[in-house]
């Protein structure tokens, strides 16, 4: 069955950083656009960067372009998330998803706090 399991999660202060990795299995991943969403505590899901199969072209949202970056390695079925100058508004549960699916991890918890 479907299978993503997020992981890299953690705590961290203002300006750091943390590297996210979503292991998928049980699909064509190569040929599966995937995409990362965050949910903070009492909000609904934010859509934040998805990379497409075949040229691994991303996109991202404005709340965090130009500090996030999506990358993929098809060999190893996994989709990544380099978060850098992390703010406090980032802090969520973030979760991998295969795009157009229901698809979705259980998520990886990210607190930015000093």
């Known amino acids: 069955q479907v299978q993503l399991v997020e992981s890299g999660g953690g705590l961290v202060q203002p300006g750091g950083s943390l590297r996210l990795s979503c292991v998928a299995s049980?699909?064509?991943?190569?040929?599966?656009?995937m995409q990362w969403v965050r949910q903070a505590p009492g909000k609904g899901f934010e859509w934040v960067a998805s990379?497409?199969?075949?040229?691994?072209?991303?996109r991202y949202s404005e709340s965090v372009k130009g500090r996030f970056t999506i990358t993929r390695d098809n060999a190893k079925n996994t989709v990544y998330l380099q978060m850098n100058n992390l703010k406090p508004e980032d802090t969520a549960m973030y979760h991998c998803?295969?795009?157009?699916?229901?698809?979705r991890g259980q998520g990886t918890q990210v607190t930015v706090s000093s």
């Open positions: 990379i497409n199969n075949a040229y691994g072209t991303s």
């Open positions: 049980g699909f064509a991943f190569s040929v599966s656009e």
């Open positions: 998803e295969k795009f157009r699916s229901s698809y």
